[in-house]
Protein backbone atom coordinates (compact mmCIF):
# COMPACT_ATOMS: atom_id res chain seq x y z
CA UNK A 1 0.00 0.00 0.00
CA UNK A 2 2.46 1.95 0.47
CA UNK A 3 4.42 2.08 -3.00
CA UNK A 4 0.78 2.84 -4.08
CA UNK A 5 0.55 5.91 -2.01
CA UNK A 6 3.40 7.68 -3.36
CA UNK A 7 2.59 7.93 -7.29
CA UNK A 8 -1.11 7.91 -6.44
CA UNK A 9 -0.84 11.04 -4.32
CA UNK A 10 1.55 12.46 -6.81
CA UNK A 11 -0.52 12.25 -9.88
CA UNK A 12 -3.62 13.48 -7.65
CA UNK A 13 -1.67 16.68 -6.92
CA UNK A 14 -0.89 17.55 -10.52
CA UNK A 15 -4.93 17.13 -11.23
CA UNK A 16 -6.15 19.26 -8.66
CA UNK A 17 -3.19 21.92 -7.60
CA UNK A 18 -5.06 25.09 -7.89
CA UNK A 19 -2.97 26.47 -11.19
CA UNK A 20 -3.87 23.28 -13.03
CA UNK A 21 -7.37 23.62 -12.07
CA UNK A 22 -7.31 26.90 -13.55
CA UNK A 23 -6.22 25.56 -16.62
CA UNK A 24 -8.31 23.00 -16.88
CA UNK A 25 -11.45 25.32 -16.43
CA UNK A 26 -9.85 28.09 -19.38
CA UNK A 27 -9.42 24.97 -21.61
CA UNK A 28 -12.44 23.74 -20.98
CA UNK A 29 -14.30 27.59 -21.55
CA UNK A 30 -12.50 27.81 -24.40
CA UNK A 31 -14.11 24.21 -25.68
CA UNK A 32 -17.60 25.48 -25.39
CA UNK A 33 -16.22 28.59 -27.45
CA UNK A 34 -15.45 26.62 -30.23
CA UNK A 35 -18.80 24.95 -29.63
CA UNK A 36 -20.84 27.18 -30.22
CA UNK A 37 -21.74 27.37 -26.07
CA UNK A 38 -21.16 31.32 -25.84
CA UNK A 39 -23.66 31.49 -22.84
CA UNK A 40 -21.75 29.00 -20.56
CA UNK A 41 -18.42 29.44 -21.76
CA UNK A 42 -19.09 33.29 -21.37
CA UNK A 43 -20.29 32.45 -17.93
CA UNK A 44 -16.94 30.18 -16.85
CA UNK A 45 -14.42 32.70 -18.64
CA UNK A 46 -16.62 35.65 -16.33
CA UNK A 47 -15.81 33.53 -13.31
CA UNK A 48 -12.35 32.73 -13.79
CA UNK A 49 -11.24 36.51 -14.77
CA UNK A 50 -13.13 36.89 -11.06
CA UNK A 51 -11.15 34.49 -9.35
CA UNK A 52 -8.12 35.95 -11.20
CA UNK A 53 -8.31 39.22 -9.96
CA UNK A 54 -9.61 38.20 -6.59
CA UNK A 55 -5.97 36.07 -6.26
CA UNK A 56 -3.98 39.21 -7.12
CA UNK A 57 -5.30 41.14 -4.30
CA UNK A 58 -6.18 38.74 -2.00
CA UNK A 59 -3.53 37.20 0.18
CA UNK A 60 -6.12 33.50 0.68
CA UNK A 61 -2.75 31.22 0.88
CA UNK A 62 -1.54 33.80 3.73
CA UNK A 63 -4.53 32.96 5.79
CA UNK A 64 -4.82 29.53 5.06
CA UNK A 65 -0.57 29.26 5.76
CA UNK A 66 -0.96 30.67 9.23
CA UNK A 67 -3.09 27.97 11.41
CA UNK A 68 -0.23 25.40 10.36
CA UNK A 69 2.77 28.46 10.70
CA UNK A 70 1.38 28.75 14.34
CA UNK A 71 0.41 25.10 15.38
CA UNK A 72 4.10 25.16 17.33
CA UNK A 73 6.30 27.48 19.12
CA UNK A 74 8.60 29.18 17.06
CA UNK A 75 12.22 28.96 18.47
CA UNK A 76 10.84 26.55 21.64
CA UNK A 77 13.08 26.35 24.87
CA UNK A 78 15.39 23.38 24.20
CA UNK A 79 16.97 20.81 26.57
CA UNK A 80 20.31 21.34 27.28
CA UNK A 81 20.96 17.99 25.71
CA UNK A 82 19.67 16.45 23.27
CA UNK A 83 20.04 12.93 21.98
CA UNK A 84 19.44 13.82 17.73
CA UNK A 85 18.48 16.08 15.57
CA UNK A 86 16.88 15.31 12.29
CA UNK A 87 15.87 17.30 9.54
CA UNK A 88 13.90 16.80 6.60
CA UNK A 89 14.47 16.96 2.82
CA UNK A 90 12.85 19.59 0.79
CA UNK A 91 15.01 22.25 0.42
CA UNK A 92 17.52 21.37 -2.25
CA UNK A 93 17.16 21.44 -6.09
CA UNK A 94 18.39 17.64 -7.33
CA UNK A 95 18.29 18.54 -10.98
CA UNK A 96 19.99 21.60 -10.59
CA UNK A 97 22.35 20.66 -8.22
CA UNK A 98 23.53 17.51 -9.90
CA UNK A 99 23.70 19.29 -13.49
CA UNK A 100 26.23 21.85 -11.35
CA UNK A 101 27.89 19.97 -9.25
CA UNK A 102 27.12 22.77 -6.66
CA UNK A 103 24.24 22.37 -3.93
CA UNK A 104 21.18 24.84 -5.57
CA UNK A 105 18.16 25.29 -2.46
CA UNK A 106 14.55 26.36 -2.80
CA UNK A 107 12.85 28.56 -1.23
CA UNK A 108 13.36 26.23 1.94
CA UNK A 109 16.85 26.64 2.41
CA UNK A 110 15.96 27.12 6.07
CA UNK A 111 15.80 24.02 7.09
CA UNK A 112 19.63 23.20 6.53
CA UNK A 113 20.68 26.56 7.85
CA UNK A 114 18.81 25.79 11.41
CA UNK A 115 20.13 22.09 11.50
CA UNK A 116 23.59 22.97 10.30
CA UNK A 117 23.31 25.54 13.84
CA UNK A 118 21.62 22.97 15.91
CA UNK A 119 24.29 20.68 15.04
CA UNK A 120 27.00 23.19 15.98
CA UNK A 121 24.57 23.97 19.46
CA UNK A 122 24.94 20.46 20.05
CA UNK A 123 27.69 18.65 19.45
CA UNK A 124 26.84 15.14 20.72
CA UNK A 125 24.00 14.98 18.99
CA UNK A 126 23.38 12.12 16.57
CA UNK A 127 22.17 13.91 13.12
CA UNK A 128 19.97 12.75 10.99
CA UNK A 129 18.89 13.71 6.67
CA UNK A 130 16.11 12.64 5.33
CA UNK A 131 15.25 12.70 1.96
CA UNK A 132 15.78 10.84 -1.61
CA UNK A 133 14.25 11.22 -4.60
CA UNK A 134 10.46 12.56 -5.02
CA UNK A 135 10.75 12.13 -8.72
CA UNK A 136 8.21 9.83 -10.26
CA UNK A 137 10.29 9.42 -13.98
CA UNK A 138 13.49 8.48 -14.41
CA UNK A 139 16.34 7.96 -11.67
CA UNK A 140 17.55 11.20 -10.18
CA UNK A 141 19.71 11.67 -7.18
CA UNK A 142 18.51 11.67 -3.78
CA UNK A 143 19.12 14.83 -1.85
CA UNK A 144 21.11 13.05 1.21
CA UNK A 145 23.49 12.34 -1.72
CA UNK A 146 23.85 16.00 -2.57
CA UNK A 147 23.92 17.40 0.79
CA UNK A 148 26.63 15.52 2.00
CA UNK A 149 29.47 17.47 0.97
CA UNK A 150 28.04 21.05 1.62
CA UNK A 151 27.03 19.30 5.71
CA UNK A 152 30.66 18.49 5.88
CA UNK A 153 32.24 21.80 4.92
CA UNK A 154 30.00 23.87 6.97
CA UNK A 155 32.00 21.93 9.67
CA UNK A 156 30.02 18.71 11.18
CA UNK A 157 32.32 15.48 10.88
CA UNK A 158 31.31 12.94 8.83
CA UNK A 159 30.91 10.24 11.06
CA UNK A 160 27.99 12.11 12.82
CA UNK A 161 25.72 12.43 9.81
CA UNK A 162 22.74 9.24 9.22
CA UNK A 163 22.18 10.06 5.75
CA UNK A 164 19.09 8.37 4.55
CA UNK A 165 18.14 8.19 1.01
CA UNK A 166 15.47 6.02 0.14
CA UNK A 167 12.42 7.79 1.78
CA UNK A 168 10.16 9.63 -1.12
CA UNK A 169 7.36 11.37 0.93
CA UNK A 170 7.18 12.30 5.01
CA UNK A 171 6.01 8.42 5.42
CA UNK A 172 8.79 7.30 4.34
CA UNK A 173 10.94 10.16 5.64
CA UNK A 174 9.76 8.64 9.13
CA UNK A 175 9.77 4.95 8.99
CA UNK A 176 13.39 4.25 6.77
CA UNK A 177 14.72 6.79 9.45
CA UNK A 178 13.30 4.96 12.39
CA UNK A 179 14.82 2.00 10.38
CA UNK A 180 18.30 3.87 10.85
CA UNK A 181 18.88 4.96 13.99
CA UNK A 182 16.69 3.14 16.02
CA UNK A 183 15.49 5.79 18.65
CA UNK A 184 15.55 4.39 21.94
CA UNK A 185 12.53 4.82 24.50
CA UNK A 186 13.03 8.48 26.94
CA UNK A 187 15.40 10.02 23.80
CA UNK A 188 14.90 13.26 23.06
CA UNK A 189 14.88 14.12 19.35
CA UNK A 190 14.31 17.39 17.66
CA UNK A 191 12.78 17.38 14.40
CA UNK A 192 13.95 20.26 11.82
CA UNK A 193 11.45 21.04 9.00
CA UNK A 194 8.94 24.35 7.31
CA UNK A 195 6.73 25.53 10.05
CA UNK A 196 3.70 24.73 7.51
CA UNK A 197 4.67 21.39 7.36
CA UNK A 198 5.48 20.35 10.95
CA UNK A 199 2.00 19.53 11.95
CA UNK A 200 1.76 16.53 9.38
CA UNK A 201 5.37 16.06 10.20
CA UNK A 202 4.82 15.46 14.01
CA UNK A 203 1.61 13.41 13.22
CA UNK A 204 3.84 10.72 11.32
CA UNK A 205 6.66 10.76 14.29
CA UNK A 206 3.68 10.06 16.82
CA UNK A 207 1.85 7.53 14.78
CA UNK A 208 5.64 5.61 14.54
CA UNK A 209 5.30 6.23 18.58
CA UNK A 210 9.00 8.30 17.99
CA UNK A 211 7.80 11.54 19.98
CA UNK A 212 9.80 14.67 18.46
CA UNK A 213 10.05 18.52 19.82
CA UNK A 214 9.16 20.21 16.65
CA UNK A 215 11.61 23.39 16.05
CA UNK A 216 9.48 24.91 12.98
CA UNK A 217 11.50 27.54 10.27
CA UNK A 218 10.88 28.48 6.74
CA UNK A 219 7.41 30.60 7.90
CA UNK A 220 5.34 31.08 4.57
CA UNK A 221 3.08 33.79 6.64
CA UNK A 222 3.66 37.18 8.93
CA UNK A 223 0.31 38.30 10.48
CA UNK A 224 0.10 41.35 10.01
CA UNK A 225 0.97 41.16 5.74
CA UNK A 226 -2.52 39.21 5.92
CA UNK A 227 -4.37 42.22 6.89
CA UNK A 228 -2.98 44.23 4.09
CA UNK A 229 -4.42 42.82 0.46
CA UNK A 230 -2.23 44.06 -2.28
CA UNK A 231 -1.02 43.93 -6.41
CA UNK A 232 0.96 40.35 -6.04
CA UNK A 233 -0.56 38.14 -8.53
CA UNK A 234 2.45 35.65 -8.58
CA UNK A 235 3.19 35.36 -4.53
CA UNK A 236 -0.28 35.32 -3.96
CA UNK A 237 -0.67 32.06 -6.37
CA UNK A 238 2.26 30.43 -4.83
CA UNK A 239 1.07 31.05 -1.59
CA UNK A 240 -2.41 29.66 -2.17
CA UNK A 241 -0.69 26.18 -3.92
CA UNK A 242 1.63 25.32 -1.01
CA UNK A 243 -0.65 26.10 1.50
CA UNK A 244 -3.29 23.92 -0.39
CA UNK A 245 -1.00 21.00 -0.93
CA UNK A 246 -0.10 20.90 2.65
CA UNK A 247 -4.07 20.51 3.68
CA UNK A 248 -4.44 18.71 0.81
CA UNK A 249 -1.82 16.18 2.19
CA UNK A 250 -2.89 16.39 5.94
CA UNK A 251 -6.52 14.95 4.44
CA UNK A 252 -4.81 11.99 2.44
CA UNK A 253 -2.60 10.90 5.02
CA UNK A 254 -5.36 11.48 7.99
CA UNK A 255 -8.08 9.60 5.59
CA UNK A 256 -5.34 6.87 4.81
CA UNK A 257 -4.34 6.08 8.31
CA UNK A 258 -0.97 7.61 8.43
CA UNK A 259 -1.68 10.43 11.02
CA UNK A 260 -4.26 10.43 13.84
CA UNK A 261 -5.50 14.21 13.52
CA UNK A 262 -6.20 15.96 10.63
CA UNK A 263 -4.13 18.51 12.57
CA UNK A 264 -1.39 16.74 14.39
CA UNK A 265 -0.79 18.92 17.97
CA UNK A 266 1.76 16.36 18.95
CA UNK A 267 2.89 13.37 21.18
CA UNK A 268 3.69 15.38 24.42
CA UNK A 269 5.19 18.30 22.46
CA UNK A 270 4.30 22.13 23.51
CA UNK A 271 1.84 23.97 21.44
CA UNK A 272 0.39 27.26 21.49
CA UNK A 273 -2.65 29.48 20.69
CA UNK A 274 -3.09 30.50 17.39
CA UNK A 275 -2.08 34.19 17.34
CA UNK A 276 0.17 33.97 20.82
CA UNK A 277 3.74 35.23 20.36
CA UNK A 278 6.45 33.06 21.24
CA UNK A 279 9.91 34.13 23.27
Not at 164 to 177: D, P
Request: a positive charge.
Amino acid sequence: MQDLFFPVSKLAWLLIRPDALFLFAASFALFLLWRGRLRPARRLLTLLLVIAWGLSFIPVGEWLQQPLDQRFPTNPVLPTEVDGIIVLAGAVITASSDYWQQLQTNESADRLIHFIALARRFPQARLVFTGGSASLIGESPGEAELVRSTLVQSGIAAERLVLENKSRNTAENVLYSKRLVQPQPGERWVLVTSANHMPRSVGLFCKHDWPVIPYPVDHSSVPDRALHPGFNPIQHVQDLTRAVHEWMGLTAYYISGKIDHWLPAGCGAPTRVLGQSSN
